[in-house]
């Protein structure tokens, strides 16, 4: 089947510590990868893609993910969270044609002072 | 601000009527994509333009479902005789390009809520 796995459905953390969001994607899924953040009662904002290249993606807001074929992982990480951080995080890859998106089920991040 | 735009933000009806979403992709863009999230889950896709042609429909789109893109701009999504399933919020999403993969942008979507 094809789809993209978050293994965690909260991670609550405090300010200024480090984050990990995980993600693991079907070998079905294109090695087209992203992560999206959304804030309350927003829509979704691209926060870093890896399409090819580095396996070692940065994006906005101070994040990167690193991409791992022989893990087929893809997993979000800040070395510093701040309070802002604190919205939902999905995980995608492309499925079949059109570019269409598929994506996981989701990650909030809690960001506790 | 030239984003991708939704109209309504919120709906609220009740079981049986129609509704129907607009969305208006960024200027020039000639993909525009669907999507629905239900509580507690990522999106999903829903159908996929290309201009003004319809070329991929989800089975989640069932009968009740139809959308449109007249022109190749805006787009119009319909539900017909909404059910409380049908909860969610809708999402819209454009980018530019033919082959090749290119960012999809989002707007603020459209949430429903059905009584």
């Known amino acids: 089947a094809q789809s993209v796995t978050q293994l965690d459905s909260q991670v609550p953390v405090f300010e200024e510590a480090p984050v990990e969001l995980r993600c693991n994607y079907s070998s079905s899924v294109s090695v087209y990868l992203f992560w999206y953040v959304q804030y309350p009662n927003q829509g979704l904002q691209l926060l870093l893609k890896?399409?090819?290249?580095?396996?070692l993606v940065k994006g906005i807001n101070g994040f990167e993910a690193e991409f791992n074929k022989s893990q087929t992982s893809f997993h979000l990480r800040k070395p510093s969270v701040h309070i802002s951080d604190t919205a939902e995080y999905f995980c995608a890859g492309i499925s079949g044609g059109y570019n269409k998106l598929i994506f996981g089920a989701g990650t909030r991040l809690a960001v506790h002072p | 601000d030239t984003g991708v735009s939704q109209d309504p933000r919120h709906k609220i009806t009740k079981r049986g009527q129609n509704v129907t979403f607009r969305c208006d992709p960024i200027s020039e863009h000639n993909r525009l994509y669907w999507y629905r999230q239900t509580l507690g889950q990522g999106p999903e896709f829903l159908t996929y333009f290309q201009n003004e042609a319809q070329l991929e429909k989800s089975r989640l789109l069932s009968d009740r479902f139809s959308a449109e893109r007249p022109k190749g701009s805006f787009s119009t999504l319909e539900i017909q005789r909404t059910e409380q399933g049908d909860s969610a919020m809708y999402l819209c999403?454009?980018?530019?390009?033919?082959?090749?993969?290119?960012?999809?942008?989002f707007g603020p979507g459209t949430r429903l809520t059905v009584l």
């Open positions: 999403a454009s980018s530019l390009g033919d082959t090749s993969y290119n960012e999809q942008f």
């Open positions: 890896y399409l090819s290249g580095s396996t």
